[in-house]
């Protein structure tokens, strides 16, 4: 049995992603990576353009078939990725592929294949149009307002709802890109071949672009709902409490660190020192699920969910001297 080639990490080479899986070119756009990186590595590079690292490498694992550490995903930073992958469908390559067809099958017969093919296309982007404009106008608003606090819990909408309604819309590609290689007469031009492989490209595109939606993004806003459920306050009626519940704003470091236990302490200070997941569970000698959950646990406690974040509350509250920080590369 082939095995399954090591995840990318942040230490590779942007440019060595890139040879290796072309189609990460695409997530470099939506991410809002430009070229021009030289032989820069991947945390390099995303720290320059303000890119979380983990959220990244998730993506570029996940379409390479690679290991995927979703842990370390911050659904802001998928959900940009995804706002910017619908606006490179709906108004760059479908537009793109209509305009191929157009100059190359024959639409001057109203009878004729060319135009039901033309038309197959148009009833098909704008299947694509309404599924993406549901997410823009429903799901990631959702999602936001869960990020920020300030989702009132009273809409009945959760995110499961979407994965359960979640179609996928790439097979009509290639139930497209059939008809013409089979049936449309004077097959073989280069315009209409040039169509053809961009059908073929955007097929593939789109079915990755639904399975991180699901693979990634509905899980890691699974786990954000169950976080925000778990602190909900309590109703003043409930408690006898008039005023108004303690935020973590209000709460002192001091009173924070109180909260976190030994291990969790340990945690920070592996992560303030750079260690991956699995470098910190075999230095621990614990299990990489423990790891991910005292992660979890660390992140509701302090409201701190990136890796830099945590590395200056190390600092500042005197878990680890500055000396103890690997310099960047």
Known sequence: MKEKPEAYSPTDKLRGLIADNAQLLMALSRFGIPLGFGDKTVEEVCGRHGIDTSTFLSVANFMGGRP?????????????YLIKAHDYF????LPMIRRKLIEAVDISDAEGLGLLILRFFDDFAAEVRRHMEVENRKVFPYVQALLDGSHSGESSF?????????????????ELKDIIVRYYPGA???????????????ETDLTLHCEVEDRLFVPV?????EEAARKAPVPDSANGNNG???????????EKIEALSEREKEIIVNIAKGLSNKEIADRL??????????????????????????????IVNHLIPPDEIPKPR
Not at 68 to 80: E, H, T, W
Not at 158 to 174: G, L, Q
Not at 221 to 225: D, N, S
Not at 244 to 254: I, L, P, Y
């Open 221 to 225: 806003v699974k786990h954000y709902e």
């Open 285 to 314: 000698c614990l299990s990489v699920h423990t790891v991910t959950t005292h992660r979890r646990n660390i992140s509701q406690k302090l409201s701190i969910h990136t890796p830099a974040g945590l590395t200056i509350f190390a």
């Open 90 to 93: 709906l108004n760059f390559q």
């Open 188 to 202: 073989g031009t280069d315009m209409l071949n040039s169509a053809l492989f961009d059908i073929i490209i955007c």
């Open 68 to 80: 995927v550490d979703d842990s370390g995903v911050l659904p802001g930073a998928l959900m940009k």
């Open 158 to 174: 959760r995110i499961i709802d979407f994965s359960r309604n979640h179609e996928a819309i790439a097979p009509k590609m290639k």
């Open 244 to 254: 108004s519940a303690q935020t973590s704003a209000d709460t002192t470091d001091a």
